[in-house]
């Protein structure tokens, strides 16, 4: 089944210990992206990546990192947490650069920092 | 969905009326749409798209409706099922090809 794959579904962690969020795509597409969701500022875009070993800021990229070492798989690190970081994730994928194709969204993510 | 706002507008249908949901869009320079939609604890969930060279596309039990001269999307859902439930989101692609800008959302209730 084609599918984006986010891990964990659920994640509580304490302020400045640093995690990574995994995501794995099995359609062979070359862009992923990270997106966060929060109430009353909807879907907002963190990092993407146009094909391996290319990515680029997004719109709220403060605090995250990713990384694109193969074309399957795109983590998000954050070294270190803080509460504002609090929120819904989404891990995206589509076929290829423009967006002349939908993305396909994983399940999410929710982290809470405290 | 629980996560997606506090103050979505609500739409409330009876289960196997039409459903009409709107959307504004904000850039005159987008040239490709799309609807999504957001079930509670799950991801979004590509339902239709639509280019900036098609004024309506149609699927199955929806249509998009694409209104240029007022940047206007509308997602119409025909005999709305209870599974139709959800928040409904519109994307465009702005003057980007490197990321979708979505909108707020609309929450559809469905009435049994």
């Known amino acids: 089944e084609a599918q984006v794959t986010q891990n964990p579904r659920y994640l509580i962690t304490v302020t400045g210990k640093k995690l990574t969020v995994t995501c794995s795509q099995n359609m062979n597409h070359e862009y992923m992206s990270w997106y966060r969701q929060d109430p009353g500022l909807g879907l907002r875009q963190i990092y993407y990546s146009m094909n391996v070993e290319v990515t680029d800021k997004g719109d709220v990229p403060e605090g995250y990192k990713v990384s694109r070492k193969e074309k399957r798989n795109f983590p998000l690190i954050l070294e270190s947490p803080s509460p504002n970081q609090t929120s819904l994730y989404f891990c995206a994928s589509r076929e290829q650069g423009f967006f002349n194709s939908p993305l396909h969204f994983g399940n999410g993510t929710r982290l809470t920092v405290t | ?112």
């Open chain 2, 1 to 112: 969905g629980e996560n997606v706002g506090l103050h979505l507008p609500t739409l409330s249908v009876q289960e196997g009326d039409n459903s009409i949901i709107n959307c504004a869009y904000s850039n005159s320079a987008s040239d490709y749409f799309i609807w999504y939609k957001q079930e509670s604890g799950k991801g979004p969930q590509f339902i239709i798209d639509i280019r900036s060279n098609m004024d309506k596309r149609q699927g199955q039990r929806v249509t998009v409706l694409l209104n240029k001269t007022v940047k206007h999307l509308s997602l119409q859902i025909a005999a709305t099922q209870p599974g139709d439930s959800a928040v409904y989101f519109c994307a465009e692609n702005g003057d980007s090809s490197y990321k979708l800008i979505f909108g707020s959302g609309t929450r559809l209730l469905v009435r049994p």
